[in-house]
């Protein structure tokens, strides 16, 4: 079945700088990486997503990009703001999959 | 609309104990899914169904039964709790147009914390 990795686990940046995530996934057949951000004491919530069809996409100061040759997929925050400090899960299925399978989780945080 | 709506925020059980939380949407999704969250692991599927009367086994799911009469309520049972079982329960759903019954664009309900002793 998919596996996800996830790094860093932790990462600690200042106010104003950029922040990447980096996943990836061991099976070939997935298709739909999507990025959730959840914040203290609150239900994940969906900020991002692609398919397999497409290299990047962008949204404001979020983007994600994707590599299916290596298997891996990125998350990157520009101007980073304090609000931004959460916890950040990508996951991965595969193509008419039911299962979404998860990373472990990166805790960001911005100091101000 | 409410979303994604779980209860109870909170419980404390004695191993051994059975309960019920439970999961509401009023959203009209097909897919519905639970997972467990616990430090380090991520989010792990427990339970999901692709629709009323529909289930199916995620990766964790001993311990566990879930069942969908209706569209907008998946309770998760748990049968005769263990400490092992001490975790954050997310409920979720998904209809995503032209991907039905498939869990992208999750929504996630607000989870509930469980303490088994």
């Known amino acids: 079945g998919e596996n996800v990795e996830q790094h860093p686990s932790t990462l600690s940046v200042q106010e104003g700088d950029s922040a990447v995530i980096k996943c990836t996934y061991s099976?070939?057949?997935?298709?739909?990486f999507p990025w959730y951000k959840q914040e203290l004491g609150k239900g994940p919530q969906l900020i991002i997503d692609?398919?397999?069809?497409?290299g990047e996409k962008k949204d404001q100061r979020i983007a994600v990009t994707l590599n299916k040759t290596a298997k891996h997929f990125s998350l990157h925050i520009t101007e980073t703001q304090p609000e931004d400090s959460a916890v950040y899960f990508c996951?991965?299925?595969?193509?008419?999959?039911?299962?979404?399978?998860f990373g472990a989780g990166t805790i960001l945080r911005v100091k101000s | 609309n409410a979303g994604v709506t779980q209860t109870p925020k909170f419980q404390v059980l004695k191993t051994g104990q059975s309960m019920t939380l439970q999961c509401a949407q009023d959203?009209?999704?097909?897919?519905m899914s639970w997972y467990r969250q616990d430090p380090g692991m991520g989010l792990r599927l427990i339970h999901y169904?692709?629709?009323?009367?529909?289930?199916d086994q995620g990766e964790v799911p001993n311990g566990y039964n879930v069942s969908r009469s209706t569209t907008e309520d998946f309770p998760l049972r748990l049968l005769s709790a263990a400490p092992s079982q001490t975790s954050v329960y997310f409920c979720?759903?998904?209809?995503?147009?032209?991907?039905?019954?498939?869990?992208?664009?999750?929504?996630f309900g607000p989870g509930t914390r469980l303490t088994v002793t």
């Open positions: 979720a759903s998904s209809s995503p147009r032209g991907f039905r019954g498939r869990p992208y664009e999750q929504y």
């Open positions: 099976d070939s057949a997935s298709n739909y």
């Open positions: 692609i398919r397999s069809n497409v």
């Open positions: 996951a991965a299925i595969m193509e008419y999959g039911n299962k979404l399978v």
């Open positions: 959203m009209n999704h097909e897919y």
């Open positions: 169904s692709v629709g009323a009367g529909i289930t």
